[in-house]
Structures are given as structure tokens and as C-alpha cells.
């Protein structure tokens, strides 16, 4: 009697236990490569809403950033990434890197994640003074597929110099050992701090290549998608505040995320306790804000839930239905 009532409660949880797996919820977050500040981002955030709510199991997916994660998320391999505004619009457009995938139709913003600058790095005894030193250099662009690529790629287009370099692909990593060997000459980064272009300010010393008056009209004159904004003194150790074109980038979903599912994160990130830790984690994390009106205009909009949330606390703007 007690065996068979032993076996009927084992088969009572196994016929169950699917049901219960079901109800955890895995979320595939798309970030960047290590050394990168969106792996770093999605790491830290991961990690604590994974920790805050047992029913979501956020997954971080090691990408080559921006340009993928937005790809991925256009095929529905990810639930979430950081992407850069220019990337949503882009994607909308069918343009540059997505002229040739499905529109990107899908994609709901939760929330501006940071406003990145693009910048290029060489030591601090080098010889590489000014952008134009880097005529006929090995220059890193970054890892194939990261915004990285993209923004760095603009930039030298913009100024006529993309055909003056020597183009290299690779890691944020791999970039940062290599210029401290001599392997390459100078590497672009997106974003600040980064873990790369950080250790090796600390251990040898860098120098952030200026950007002129000139420099900046050509690129926002041809890429209008990218501001004027200030590197403050000290982001890396020794670097004096530095003028560099800034891009805005945004935390966002696919549109099969529940909205109950985003409305409980935002509530629970938003927390001053919460962006704090995020903040400690990766200092990009404190310039989260909703960024409604700037991030519509792209052409994509809000996911429902981060409409509700942001209504309930009154961030909704007027200007947008």
C-alpha cells in the first residue's frame, strides 16, 4: 500500500514537472565580446534580475555587439540586447549592415542603456599624435559584426581616411595586448570605460586621439546620427577630458517578451538601491533613463511593458502617443 502510494506521488511530480519548468522563463540577452562595455553591462544586470526573480533565467550570449546583437534579435535568436540607436533605425531602413535582413519590425525599446563615444586608441609614448598619424597604420576596428566595426568604420569614412589604414579585426582583448606588444599601432574602441583600453592605461599608458572642429563637422555632417559630447579627465587613467562623436544606445526586446515580464524588471532595476549596484558594476549603467521621445523617433517603439511602467510613474512624454 505504502509503495504504491509512494509510486503514485512520484508520478504526480513527474507529470509536473514540466509544467513547472515551463513557468521559468529564459531570457537569451545579447551583449558584446569580453573586454567590451555591453558584456560587462549584460553581466551585471543579468545577473541581478536572474537573482531577484526566481521564475527569469537571464542568459548572457557573448556576441560581437551592437550589429549582431541587432541581427540576432531581427531572427529572433535573442530576447533582449544593447543596440545602438543608429542600428534600430538602420534596421527599420533596411540599410548599411541590414540591407539585406527582415525588417526589423520586431524590436521594442525598454530604455536608453548609455551614450557611447567612438575614439582611437595608441600609447601614451607613441608617435600617433593626430587622427591623420594614422596614415598606412594597423589599426584594430574591432571584432567582425560589433558596432564597434560600425562606428569606427564611419568615422574613417567620413574623414576620408577608411583606405588610409592598415584594417585589422579582432577582440577588444585582443586588440588591447596587441597594441601593448607592437603588434598594431592603434585600435578603435566604442564606449567608455572599457575593460581594454582601462588595463592598459593603468599598465602602459595611452593616449585618446583628438578629434577637431573639422573632424566632428564632417562626421555629424555625413552621420547624423552621431553628437558632439565630452570624454571627462580621468575615464582612463592619465587621459585629459577629450571632445569625441557620441552615439546614443539602447536596452531593447523583442516584441515576445511579455510585457508583465519587462514591466517587473523595469521596476525592479529602476530601484536607487538597484541602479546603484548596476552603476558599481559597470559605471555606463548609470545614465539608464527612459529616453522615450528620443528612442520613438527612431521609428521602432516602446515595448508595452515599459509603456505601462513608465506611465505608472509619470516618465511618459506628451509627445508621444
Same mark, same amino acid.
Given at each position: 500500500?505504502? %509503495? ?7 508520478? *504526480? ?9 515551463? =513557468? ?8 558584446? !565580446? ?22 527569469? !533565467? ?8 551592437? #550589429?549582431? !546583437? ?28 541590414? /540591407? ?12 536608453? *542603456?548609455? +551614450?557611447?563615444? #567612438? ?35 564611419? %568615422? ?10 592598415? @584594417? ?9 595586448? *596587441?597594441?601593448?606588444?607592437?603588434? %598594431? =599601432? ?6 567608455? @570605460? ?18 577637431? +572642429? ?18 571627462? /579627465? !580621468? ?9 569625441? @562623436? ?8 523583442? /516584441?515576445?517578451?511579455?510585457? =508583465? ?11 536607487? +538601491? ?18 522615450? +521621445? ?28
Amino acid at each position: 500500500m505504502r %509503495i504504491a502510494t509512494l509510486t503514485a506521488v512520484a508520478l *504526480a511530480l513527474s507529470a509536473s514537472a514540466p509544467a513547472l519548468a515551463q =513557468d521559468k522563463q529564459d531570457i537569451a540577452w545579447g551583449g558584446s !565580446n569580453p573586454g567590451g562595455v555591453m558584456y560587462y553591462m549584460v553581466g551585471v544586470a543579468g545577473t541581478e534580475i536572474s537573482n531577484q526573480f526566481p521564475d527569469i !533565467n537571464v542568459t548572457q550570449v557573448t556576441t560581437g555587439g551592437s #550589429t549582431e !546583437n541587432a541581427k540576432r534579435l531581427i531572427k529572433g535568436e535573442l530576447d533582449m540586447g544593447i543596440v545602438y540607436g543608429s542600428h534600430v533605425y538602420m534596421g527599420l531602413q533596411q540599410e548599411g549592415p541590414f /540591407e539585406s535582413d527582415a525588417k526589423a519590425e520586431m524590436l521594442r525599446g525598454l530604455a536608453k *542603456a548609455y +551614450e557611447g563615444p #567612438t575614439y582611437f586608441v595608441t600609447l601614451a609614448d607613441s608617435d600617433i599624435q593626430s587622427l591623420e598619424d594614422l596614415d598606412g597604420k594597423n589599426v584594430a576596428l574591432g571584432p567582425p559584426g560589433s558596432g564597434t566595426v560600425f562606428n569606427c568604420s564611419n %568615422i574613417l569614412r567620413a574623414l576620408d581616411m577608411l583606405d588610409s589604414i592598415e @584594417p585589422q579585426m579582432m577582440t577588444f582583448a585582443d586588440a588591447g595586448r *596587441a597594441l601593448g606588444n607592437g603588434q %598594431i =599601432d592603434a585600435f578603435c574602441q566604442s564606449s567608455a @570605460p572599457a575593460a581594454a583600453v582601462t588595463e592598459l592605461a593603468e599598465t602602459e599608458g595611452v593616449r585618446i586621439l583628438p578629434y577637431t +572642429e573639422e573632424h566632428m563637422a564632417a562626421i555629424t555632417g555625413t552621420y547624423p546620427f552621431y553628437h558632439p559630447g565630452t570624454m571627462p /579627465e !580621468n575615464m582612463y587613467q592619465g587621459v585629459a577630458a577629450v571632445d569625441l @562623436p557620441y552615439t546614443t544606445v539602447y536596452w531593447v526586446a523583442h /516584441e515576445r517578451v511579455p510585457a =508583465d515580464t519587462v514591466q517587473k524588471v523595469l521596476e525592479y532595476v529602476y530601484r536607487p +538601491e538597484v541602479m546603484k549596484r548596476l552603476a558599481d558594476g559597470h559605471r555606463a549603467w548609470a545614465q539608464m533613463e527612459p529616453d522615450v +521621445e528620443n528612442f520613438t523617433k527612431l521609428g521602432a517603439p516602446m515595448h508595452p511593458g515599459a509603456e505601462a511602467y513608465y506611465k505608472e510613474q509619470g516618465l511618459w512624454p506628451e509627445s508621444v502617443n
